[in-house]
């Protein structure tokens, strides 16, 4: 049964660091798109960073130059390094795998990142 287990969140200052890191049991792991969303109090939940089969990574503006998203294929996990953390980042984190048959996508549960003095 395909799983996906984050872990790695929890509370730090602003201006502090994490990493989170999601964990697969997937098939063809190294051939998925892999995303970090984000659900921050009160609003949706939405795309942070994607990577893909190839490493090709994309970001929104928000965190552009302060994340970075990475993979170990050896492992079955993406990575979501976090740094100068703010305020605003405050939120949920979900890893989410795009499956290879169209419209199949598997999520985990999410874990918390608090970012506050």
């Known amino acids: 049964q395909e799983q996906l287990v984050e872990s790695g969140g929890g509370s730090v200052q602003p201006g502090g660091s994490l990493r989170l890191s999601c964990e697969a049991s997937i098939s063809d792991f190294r051939l998925l798109v892999m995303d970090w969303y984000r659900q921050e109090p009160g609003n949706q939940r939405h795309l942070v960073a994607s990577i893909d089969r190839y490493g090709s990574t994309h970001y929104v503006d928000s965190v552009r130059g302060r994340f970075t998203i990475s993979r170990d294929n050896t492992k079955n996990t993406v990575y979501l390094q976090m740094n100068s953390l703010k305020s605003d980042d405050t939120a949920v984190y979900y890893c989410?795998?795009?499956?290879?048959?169209?419209?199949?996508?598997?999520w985990g549960k999410g874990t918390l990142v608090t970012v506050s003095s």
């Open positions: 989410k795998a795009n499956g290879l048959s169209v419209g199949t996508m598997y």
